[in-house]
């Protein structure tokens, strides 16, 4: 079955600092792999996304690259922020049309000043 | 700006109470899913529905039903409540004719079994 593993947290990071949350994945065929973040008190929303093999999905200064070859969708930022802070998420679709996401366990991300 | 919309943020049953989690989109979505979000575990999947009656079991179905009756709007029931259903329950929608494969939250319902 499908599954997504991402790195243990919690992260804590001074502001300005680079960021790595690593992710992983099993999946049969050809997933759609998601970063979905969680702020403090909300529901979670959708970070940003890469639907095939190299592309990199980038958004509010987040990428990430979608590498087959390792089954990898690792989350960098360059420059992290307080308003950063939030949980993290890492999901992966591999039917096309009904969005049934597979979720890992979250990564919590506490920026300090 | 699109919302989804969960009855009640924070909630507090006894053992053996029915429990009612009501969940209404308000963007026509074809899809809607409850999730349980349990740290450590994530968020794993209770129920979903591609359409009207339509529901399929998800991940963890066990002590759980669902109803849908109305396009907008997706239930979820705990027949019984015991304390392990004790978590945080988060309701998303999502397009069938339009993939993205983006899903909208609700903010989520916490609940505490006792």
């Known amino acids: 079955g499908n599954s997504v593993t991402q790195m243990e947290g919690p992260v804590t990071l001074s502001e300005e600092a680079f960021l790595t949350i690593n992710c992983t994945y099993t999946?049969?065929?050809?997933?759609?792999l998601f970063w979905y973040v969680q702020y403090p008190g909300e529901g979670l929303q959708l970070l940003l996304k890469?639907?095939?093999?190299?592309d990199k999905g980038s958004n509010k200064g987040f990428e990430a690259t979608y590498r087959k070859e390792t089954t990898s969708f690792h989350l960098e930022k360059g420059s992290v922020q307080v308003s950063d802070s939030a949980v993290y998420f890492c999901a992966l679709s591999s039917n096309f049309g009904n969005e049934k996401l597979t979720f890992g366990t979250g990564t919590r991300l506490t920026i300090i000043p | 700006d699109v919302k989804v919309t969960q009855s009640s943020r924070y909630l507090v049953k006894r053992t053996g109470e029915k429990v009612f989690l009501e969940c209404v989109q308000d963007m026509d979505h074809e899809n809607m899913f409850w999730y349980r979000q349990d740290p450590g575990l994530g968020l794993r999947l209770i129920y979903f529905s591609y359409d009207v009656k339509m529901k399929e079991k998800g991940d963890i179905p066990e002590g759980y039903s669902v109803s849908r009756e109305k396009k907008e709007r997706f239930s979820l029931i705990l027949e019984s409540a015991s304390t392990n259903q004790t978590s945080m329950y988060l309701c998303?929608?999502?397009?069938?004719?339009?993939?993205?494969?983006?899903?909208?939250f609700g903010e989520g319902s916490r609940l505490t079994v006792l």
């Open positions: 999946a049969t065929g050809y997933p759609s």
């Open positions: 998303a929608s999502s397009s069938r004719l339009v993939y993205t494969g983006e899903l909208f």
């Open positions: 890469a639907t095939k093999a190299d």
